[in-house]
């Protein structure tokens, strides 16, 4: 079993930053990808970057640019740097890591407005 925590969520006003952090815990024994989804008020969920292990990066052409996901496989841990923040950012924000199958985290609400 693996768990997911995710933190660094809150109110920001536009132009702002944040930076979301997720711990990966339990049964870790090759951990392929680890990234980030999102999901607003009435939208399906949509991936906003991911990471491999081999440290190849991708992200959503909605946040190229803006926001920048690593992570640190000795930890086991991703980060999304969020910056200049747009209201249409505003989502709950869910880690994901693939190992065989994908776990998520509980979500973290992120919430840009003035």
């Known amino acids: 079993q693996v768990q997911l925590v995710e933190s660094g969520g809150g109110l920001v006003q536009p132009g702002g930053s944040l930076r979301l952090s997720c711990a990966a815990s339990?049964?870790?024994?090759?951990?392929?990808?680890m990234g980030w989804y999102r999901q607003a008020p009435g939208k399906q969920r949509e991936l906003v970057a991911y990471?491999?292990?081999?440290?190849?990066?991708t992200y959503a052409d909605s946040v190229k640019g803006r926001f920048t996901c690593s992570r640190d496989n000795a930890k086991n841990m991703v980060y999304l740097q969020m910056n200049s923040l747009k209201p249409e950012d505003t989502a709950v924000y869910y880690c994901y890591l693939y190992q065989g199958t994908n776990y998520w985290g509980q979500g973290t609400q992120v919430t840009v407005s003035s």
């Open positions: 990471s491999t292990r081999g440290g190849t990066t």
């Open positions: 339990g049964s870790i024994f090759s951990i392929a990808t």
